[in-house]
């Protein structure tokens, strides 16, 4: 892997630093071909429960790094651009494809993709501090990543409008209110809050975690009946898991179920 993203494998939790701390976490196109790698890497891995992301220094990420695409620019027939826009679209599809729990932790300035990565994230948690920006307009270019999907469906359209058509930074609060992120922290409880969720979800039967992820993003664009017909399908199926029988069994036994044999 890359010296600027830092890999490691921690109590089952894939931990994956952005280590460009000098300018700002600003990503390349070589760090998104790691990035890349180490998302999937993390998600084939049955050693791997939990993906985390976080930052060396003070900001998250300023984003692309704006070198790579000003040099595109000057390519007329258009294939210099497509070749930059690769990698960070390769990026963020895998991080919407991701079956395992992805975590964030996230400080100082998250702009562009710095942003748009908290909604792909399950669990996101910010500084008090942190200021985020989905700055394409006053770039004039257009979003990335899915944000004019997710963020409608989230937060609603004139609140989506608001941040991709003014282009504004807005504050962790905020972040946490509309949503995008799960909770604003002082800035020395940021790790423990956010590793703190990781370790929890580490503990929990790993499958059955996969099972309520891919769930919680596949019904929500399925009728309401149909969700219920299937979810009672894939509960009587997951009655026979050997996690759902150590759980059972603990639950009799009144003892803590261990899920650490499982993958």
């Known amino acids: 892997m890359s010296d600027l993203i830092r890999v490691e494998l921690v109590d089952r939790i894939q931990r994956i630093t952005l280590n460009r701390a000098d300018k700002m976490n600003a990503i390349t196109l070589p760090m998104y071909v790691t990035l890349l790698a180490a998302l999937q890497q993390a998600d084939d891995n049955p ?51 991701m079956k395992k729990p992805l975590v964030a932790a996230v400080k100082g300035m998250a702009v562009g993709i710095g942003a748009n990565m908290m909604l792909h994230c399950d669990f996101a948690y910010a500084d008090s501090s942190t200021r985020f920006i989905l700055p394409f307009i006053n770039l004039g270019l257009s979003p990335e990543g899915g944000c004019s999907h997710v963020l409608p469906h989230l937060i609603g359209h004139v609140r989506a409008a608001e941040l991709l058509m003014l282009g504004e930074p807005f504050s962790a609060l905020t972040a946490a209110e509309l949503g995008i992120i ?34 919680l993003r596949r019904n929500p664009q399925q009728p309401l009946e149909a969700v219920i017909c299937s979810e009672l399908q894939v509960l009587a199926q997951r009655f026979s898991t050997a996690e759902a029988k150590e759980a059972l069994t603990a639950f009799a036994a009144k003892r803590a179920p261990d899920f650490s044999g499982f993958s």
């Open 47 to 97: 050693e791997v429960r939990v993906v985390y992301l976080c930052a060396e220094g003070d900001h998250f990420s300023a984003g692309n790094d704006m070198a790579a695409f000003m040099r595109s620019m000057e390519d007329e027939t258009g294939t210099a651009v497509q070749e930059v826009l690769q990698p960070p679209e390769q990026v963020l599809l895998q991080l919407a494809r």
């Open 182 to 215: 799960n909770a604003a922290c002082e800035p020395e409880e940021l790790e423990d809050r956010a590793w703190g969720c990781a370790r929890k979800l580490a503990a929990k039967p790993p499958e059955a975690l996969r099972t309520i992820k891919a769930a």
